[in-house]
């Protein structure tokens, strides 16, 4: 089991600014490829990023790409989501999740997720 508790949302405006924390606890997390989704009010979630247990790999969806960086510190058991350039669209709850190894992208592929942080981005 693991147990992932998300962070760090908000309401800001749009050109602003975000750091998406997500602490994880119970099996070791250097074993875990992590990700992190979004999902927006009437939509289903999507994926936004992941990255490699050691953190040299990093994958983004394209919409996020130059605007959004994963990271990892394994030491302190967390994954990071930083991010700048914030659109209105960009607007949901953001999960953390570890992955099962199966896929990277999609929602049935992580087998642990966190509780979710609302942010809100305002025009």
């Known amino acids: 089991q693991v147990q992932l508790v998300d962070s760090g949302g908000g309401l800001v405006q749009a050109g602003g600014s975000l750091r998406l924390s997500c602490a994880a606890s119970?099996?070791?997390?250097?074993?875990?490829?992590m990700g992190w989704f979004r999902q927006a009010p009437g939509k289903e979630r999507e994926f936004v990023a992941a990255?490699?247990?050691?953190?040299?790999?990093?994958y983004y969806t394209d919409s996020v790409k130059g605007r959004f960086t994963i990271s990892r510190d394994n030491a302190k058991n967390t994954v990071y989501l930083q991010m700048n350039s914030l659109k209105p669209e960009d607007t949901a709850v953001y999960y953390c999740?570890?992955?099962?190894?199966?896929?990277?992208?999609?929602?049935?592929?992580?087998?642990?997720w966190g509780q979710g942080t609302q942010v809100t981005v305002s025009s």
């Open positions: 999740a570890a992955n099962g190894g199966i896929s990277l992208v999609a929602v049935t592929g992580y087998d642990y």
């Open positions: 119970g099996r070791t997390f250097s074993n875990y490829v």
């Open positions: 990255i490699s247990r050691s953190g040299r790999n990093t």
